[in-house]
């Protein structure tokens, strides 16, 4: 299977063998993305096969490149649940809202999706160790499935910046964690210099390009729930991985032949963390990082989004568009989804409900088109931002007439 693969430079288009050992491009530097022949695939793709199969990442298989099925370390991630939330409209407007519920998966967020597959390559390839730097959710993830491949791990966290729900899942997993004095940029700047220098760790954030192959199975599974494609995907935007994993799952979609549409992709960052809007608004090709970015949504704080240029390339070829939030807006948000119906999301996937709400108002979404939010991961993520927005509980004395007195009934 691996001659319907090969490995591109989004930059200069020179091509590697898709069992290479690589993580950028090396003749120029540039961003590797996995590229298929749909031509050839679509004659092994079998969509009545699919719906055969059990709901989650492996359903969509020949999409995804890993050769040798012993080597697949999965514990069912993906087939997350694709909400319509009717209680919303009310106070948003849409019609046809949706939340795709990524905190569903084992480690309660979409990265399981890239690890089962960045793991699986790693064990493929060879490898005895993994290591990435993160804000917590991606360190979770290859915790979590290093573990289970019997694999070494190691990550690089921001020092103080972690909530932590997704720490001690980290520390839970057995991996080995180095709080870095510093941002998550310069975490992940270390990490990549690391695994380039010592050639017995795999490197496992989104710069790898088989974590994009599994995070892209998100767009085939919102394909296959709705039975078409949305008008829109409204996303939180950190490292800038997902959206581009979303977008390259779309493309494929209508590469195979199964659609035309493609959806609009908006991207939603924190205000204090938000390099690629600045670069949308000014209609420029190259971001200018923020040197200490800062937000509330831990999770998306990031200054220098290492796939910065293919999200704009997201945003920019589906005609949709980037915009910032402020953090008042996510943690307002954070509640109102709560409330209205029924899910507890992190802050950073907050965010997208904020920036829908943002895009229906300033009149870019229109209210009768089908819009999907990500919501990138559950809120016992980072329960300590609860504590601290909402009403704490009442401690009274267990007898009824206090209990009515306090609940005026
Ligand atoms: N939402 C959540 C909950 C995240 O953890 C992240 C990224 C994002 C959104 C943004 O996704 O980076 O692909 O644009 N978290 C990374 C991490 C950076 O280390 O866990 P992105």
Not at 304 to 333: N, Q
């Amino acid at each position: 299977m691996d001659e319907y693969f090969d490995v591109r430079c989004i930059d200069c288009g020179q091509s590697y063998g898709v069992n290479e050992v690589l993580y950028t491009c090396s003749r120029c530097g540039g961003l590797l993305e996995i590229r298929l022949d749909a031509g050839k695939l679509s004659s092994i793709v079998d969509t009545r096969l699919w719906c055969r199969r059990p709901f989650n990442v492996w359903r969509y298989r020949e999409l995804l490149p890993i050769f040798d099925d012993s080597k697949i370390v999965s514990m069912g991630e993906g087939g997350t649940r694709l909400l319509r939330c009717r209680n919303l409209t009310r106070i948003i407007g849409l019609e046809n809202l949706y939340v795709k519920c990524e905190g569903d998966n084992p480690t309660a967020s979409f990265k399981d999706r890239g690890m089962t597959v960045g793991v699986s390559k790693a064990l493929e390839l060879g490898f005895k160790a993994t290591l990435c730097a993160s804000t917590g959710n991606t360190a979770a993830s290859l915790s979590a499935y290093s573990a289970r491949a019997g694999l070494k791990c190691y990550v690089l966290v921001p020092a103080g910046k972690v909530a932590v729900g997704k720490l001690s899942q980290a520390m839970v997993y057995g991996a080995k964690v180095l709080a870095i004095r510093g941002n998550f940029d310069l975490a992940l700047k270390t990490a990549i210099q690391l695994c380039l220098e010592d050639s017995g760790i795999y490197l496992l954030n989104s710069v790898n390009p088989f974590r994009i192959e599994g995070q892209k199975t998100a767009a085939l599974e919102i394909f296959d729930q709705l039975g078409f494609n949305p008008d829109n995907i409204v996303i939180p935007v950190g490292n800038a991985g997902n959206i581009s994993a979303y977008w390259k799952g779309f493309n494929e979609i209508r590469m195979l032949g199964l659609t035309e549409e493609l959806p609009r992709m908006h991207g939603v960052q924190a205000k204090g963390a938000n390099p690629l809007v600045k670069a949308y608004r000014s209609m420029s090709w190259v971001i200018e990082p923020i040197e200490n970015p800062e937000t509330i949504a831990t999770a998306i704080r990031i200054g220098s989004p290492v796939s910065w240029k293919k999200a704009l390339r997201a945003v920019r070829e589906s005609g949709g568009s980037m915009i910032d939030v402020s953090d008042e807006e996510i943690l307002d948000a954070q509640k109102l989804i709560a409330r209205m119906e029924g899910l507890f999301v992190e802050p950073a996937s907050a965010a997208s409900i904020a920036g829908v709400r943002r895009l229906v108002e300033d009149g870019v979404i229109d209210r009768d088109e089908v819009t999907v939010c990500i919501a990138t991961g559950h809120g016992l993520k980072d329960p300590e931002i609860v504590l601290k927005i909402c009403e704490s509980p009442i401690e009274v004395d267990p007898n009824l007439e206090d209990l009515r007195r306090i609940l005026m009934i």
